[in-house]
């Protein structure tokens, strides 16, 4: 399939730089995109091992609590529905109801009202009126699905099928990295000063990242001359660049360009932070997976790990690092999954450069008003390729957004 103009006749290589700055937007793509039927990364599976354990996270800025109850794994809007205060105020734990601690009301696992303070006063003065029937009252909840031990959630009837959401390009590569059942190594948290369309769209350039990225290029983990590829969802949403290591790398492109490709000046204390053991056996060790609108699961060597962007203003973002291994581990692998974790992340030696750039873009897209970023590297559809000096993917995210807002001028 190819798409030179999306449906609205927004053309996918140009990007508007308003889009990166604008309140209004910000406040619509809340309505349409994250309360509207998109699905969500909330965490992972292996965090709730027992009835009543739970955990806290979000979706743009909407608290969300997930929590294991006997009927399975359900999904709240972190809010009392009596004043609005938050439930659950730890980032974890094991209870057996939820409890505000503002007028002590009290729901089930289920998330239904099971308990109002003095409801009936005191001594007959007071109290909720006889009209008052807790029965129908009851916590926000999303629509979950479990995907192979990963948590998504949205707030829509009308989102799609998750699994046919990703797509048959896109499904078998997630179901690669999740081939066992994931259990969480740790997270940490990144601030970004930027929107979080542009850190999306970073995640879905990989012309971007052995030139940014001089650790990649310097001891040749990722190189565009390296054998590998695009693959693209039919309607753009959701993508995977991936490469082989070693394969068919010629470095005279980067030798002439002088991009790092010479590893005389540079070593490591301990080499041992770049081995890679083939544990697909396919030879993969770099895989970027998209799923629209802001989750992201990669492989970089035997690191792994789930990106949840959360938008929290126009120009601010956070990015919640997800590591992850398998159940039954080696030694071996588990020890090296967690060295690699410094390969990316906040400060990763991979990474830490995608946190200023997007600052970067974004400190003058105020400036760029009614001018437009230039996205047509690779052409100006979103099909999958074989190569990846392309800006496809990019133009497979703009696509989608276009669909699920609203119409624009």
């Given at each position: 399939m190819k798409k030179k103009l999306h449906a609205n006749n927004f053309d996918l290589t140009k990007?508007?730089?308003?889009?990166?700055?604008?309140?209004?937007?910000?406040?619509?793509?809340?309505?349409?995109?994250?309360?509207?039927?998109s699905w969500s990364f909330l965490g992972m599976e292996s965090q709730l091992k027992v009835d009543g354990a739970y955990f806290t996270t979000e979706v743009t800025n909407i608290p969300v609590v997930v929590v294991r109850s006997p009927s399975g794994v359900r999904a709240?809007?972190?809010?009392c529905i009596h004043r609005g205060s938050l439930l659950c105020l730890e980032p974890e734990g094991v209870l057996s109801e939820f409890s505000c601690v503002y007028h002590g009301w009290t729901y089930g696992l289920d998330g239904a009202l099971t308990g109002v303070a003095f409801e009936r006063g005191i001594n007959g003065d007071g109290g909720m009126p006889e009209s008052f029937d807790k029965s129908t009252h009851h916590l926000e909840e999303l629509r979950l699905t479990n995907y192979k031990g990963l948590i998504f959630g949205t707030f829509s009837k009308e989102a799609p099928d998750f699994s046919a959401f990703l797509g048959p390009e896109?499904?078998?590569?997630?179901?690669?990295?999740?081939?066992?059942?994931?259990?969480?190594?740790?997270?940490?948290?990144?601030?970004?000063?930027?929107?979080?369309?542009?850190?999306?769209?970073?995640?879905?350039?990989?012309?971007?990242?052995?030139?940014?990225?001089?650790?990649?290029?310097?001891?040749?983990?990722?190189?565009?001359?390296?054998?590998?590829?695009?693959?693209?969802?039919?309607?753009?949403?959701?993508?995977?660049?991936?490469?082989?290591?070693?394969?068919?790398?010629?470095?005279?492109?980067?030798?002439?360009?002088?991009?790092?490709?010479?590893?005389?000046?540079?070593?490591?204390?301990?080499?041992?932070?770049?081995?890679?053991?083939?544990?697909?056996?396919?030879?993969?060790?770099?895989?970027?997976?998209?799923?629209f609108p802001t989750?992201?699961?990669?492989?970089?060597?035997?690191?792994?790990?789930?990106?949840?962007?959360?938008?929290?203003?126009?120009?601010?973002?956070?990015?919640?690092?997800?590591?992850?291994?398998?159940?039954?581990?080696?030694?071996?692998?588990?020890?090296?999954?967690?060295?690699?974790?410094?390969?990316?992340?906040?400060?990763?030696?991979?990474?830490?450069?995608?946190?200023?750039?997007?600052?970067?873009?974004?400190?003058?897209?105020?400036?760029?008003?009614?001018?437009?970023?230039?996205?047509?590297?690779?052409?100006?559809?979103?099909?999958?390729?074989?190569?990846?000096?392309s800006e496809a993917a990019i133009r497979g995210f703009w696509s989608q957004y276009y669909d699920m807002m609203p119409p624009m001028n």
């Open positions: 990007v508007p730089f308003d889009l990166y700055t604008d309140e209004n937007i910000f406040q619509e793509e809340y309505d349409s995109i994250f309360r509207g039927p709240f809007v972190n809010r896109i499904s078998p590569r997630l179901d690669r990295v999740l081939h066992k059942k994931p259990v969480l190594l740790g997270k940490a948290t990144q601030v970004m000063h930027n929107n979080w369309k542009l850190y999306v769209e970073n995640t879905r350039d990989s012309y971007h990242a052995s030139i940014l990225h001089t650790f990649f290029t310097t001891f040749k983990l990722n190189r565009l001359t390296q054998s590998g590829g695009l693959m693209i969802s039919e309607t753009g949403a959701n993508h995977i660049s991936y490469s082989r290591r070693g394969k068919s790398d010629n470095h005279d492109g980067y030798n002439k360009q002088n991009l790092r490709a010479n590893l005389d000046d540079f070593r490591l204390s301990d080499p041992s932070l770049l081995n890679f053991l083939d544990e697909f056996n396919d030879g993969i060790s770099l895989q970027i997976l998209t799923i989750t992201v699961v990669h492989q970089i060597n035997n690191s792994l790990a789930v990106r949840q962007v959360i938008p929290r203003s126009e120009s601010k973002t956070d990015v919640i690092w997800w590591y992850y291994g398998f159940e039954g581990d080696s030694d071996a692998i588990s020890s090296l999954r967690q060295k690699q974790i410094n390969l990316v992340g906040p400060a990763g030696f991979i990474s830490m450069e995608d946190g200023a750039v997007g600052a970067f873009v974004q400190k003058n897209a105020p400036h760029s008003s009614h001018n437009d970023a230039i996205v047509c590297m690779g052409g100006d559809d979103y099909k999958s390729s074989s190569s990846r000096v």
